[in-house]
T-cell receptor
């Protein structure tokens, strides 16, 4: 079965410091990996995705993620955190066998808190 | 920016009432989804559609129903709301059909917060 794990419920970072939000996955076949961000009382906003090619993926708002096949990880990173980055972050994998319309399988989310 | 719209954004209704959550997208996407999310928790798929006249149930059992009469419209209906239905409902869409489109992005609406009292 395909799954995604986000091992940290919460990540605390000081503004200006680098941040990492961790994600590991388990899939059969090629992984299609996504990161979304959710601000309070809002829907999910797409940040970036890995389909194939370069292991370092760049996305919106200065975020990037590194795909590591040997470690089955897809950690989200940003070189310098902003207070406005504080939000709930979800890692997701697209069902490679295209079950249920190619649904996204989500991790449990990580709350990022950036302090001034 | 995704063009997918949900109404109402917030709704408080009494037990036993019938409600319909509207979802529309202007991107011409074939596939649409409904996810349910309790505050700060992970998302669970409750319904999905491959296209017009296609509706399927997702992973999480739900008493809601959906319809897909037009490509752009995917409403969700609760015939008799209960407090256990209190949650956020997120509509999403994606283009492409088949396994080759697995890399396509799924775009989400702003969500509908439902409270049943």
């Amino acid at each position: 079965a395909q799954s995604v794990a986000q091992p940290e419920d919460q990540v605390n970072v000081a503004e200006g410091n680098p941040l990492t939000v961790k994600c590991t996955y388990s899939v059969s076949g090629n992984p299609y990996l996504f990161w979304y961000v959710q601000y309070p009382n809002r829907g999910l906003q797409f940040l970036l995705k890995y389909i194939t090619g370069d292991n370092l993926v760049k996305g919106s708002y200065g975020f990037e993620a590194e795909f590591n096949k040997s470690q089955t990880s897809f950690h989200l990173k940003k070189p310098s955190a902003l207070v406005s980055d504080s939000a709930l972050y979800f890692c997701a994998v697209r069902d490679a066998y295209y079950n249920q319309g190619g649904k996204l399988i989500f991790g449990q989310g990580t709350e990022l808190s950036v302090k001034p | 920016e995704a063009d997918i719209y949900q109404t109402p954004r917030y709704l408080v209704i009494g037990t036993g009432k019938k409600i319909t959550l509207e979802c529309s997208q202007t991107m011409g996407h074939d596939k649409m989804y409904w996810y349910q999310q309790d505050p700060g928790m992970e998302l669970h798929l409750i319904h999905y559609s491959y296209g017009v006249n296609s509706t399927e149930k997702g992973d999480l059992s739900s008493e809601s129903t959906v319809s897909r009469i037009r490509t752009e419209h995917f409403p969700l209906t609760l015939e008799s709301a209960r407090p256990s239905h209190t949650s956020q409902y997120l509509c999403a869409s994606s283009d492409g059909l088949g396994q080759l489109s697995s890399g396509n992005t799924i775009y989400f609406g702003e969500g509908s917060w439902l409270t049943v009292v």
